[in-house]
Nanobody
Framework: QVQLVESGGGLVQAGGSLRLSCVVS????????VGWFRQAPGKGRLFVAT????????YYEDSVKGRFTISRDNAKNTATLQMNSLKPEDTAVYYC?????????????????WGQGTQVTVSS
């Protein structure tokens, strides 16, 4: 059973930064595409960023391009999401997920395992 645990969320002022981590256990981490999604109150779970199994390719949702960076360390079974220049509209619960897809994917249905989420709140 694959398990994902996110950490690093919190309360930050607009313009600040946070670094989210996702530790994956129970599977072969280096074989998975990893994605980050977020869900604001009353909204659906939306794609944020994804990274290939090797870490050489990544893709971002337009509103976070240039502000967020996704990375991974296969030796540590860990993926991270560095979030800079945070805005109040970034406030949401952030989830990491893994997929056995061979391509970068942005839909929730393509991901097999999910973490419990970590709250990010950006104050204005």
């Amino acid at each position: 059973q694959v398990q994902l645990v996110e950490s690093g969320g919190g309360l930050v002022q607009a313009g600040g930064s946070l670094r989210l981590s996702c530790v994956v256990s129970g599977g072969t981490f280096s074989r998975y595409v990893v994605g980050w999604f977020r869900q604001a109150p009353g909204k659906g779970r939306l794609f944020v960023a994804t990274i290939s199994w090797s870490g050489t390719t990544s893709y971002y949702e337009d509103s976070v391009k240039g502000r967020f960076t996704i990375s991974r360390d296969n030796a540590k079974n860990t993926a991270t999401l560095q979030m800079n220049s945070l805005k109040p509209e970034d406030t949401a619960v952030y989830y990491c997920a893994t997929s056995e897809s061979t391509a970068l994917v942005q839909t929730t249905t393509a991901y097999d395992y999910w973490g419990q989420g970590t709250q990010v709140t950006v104050s204005s």
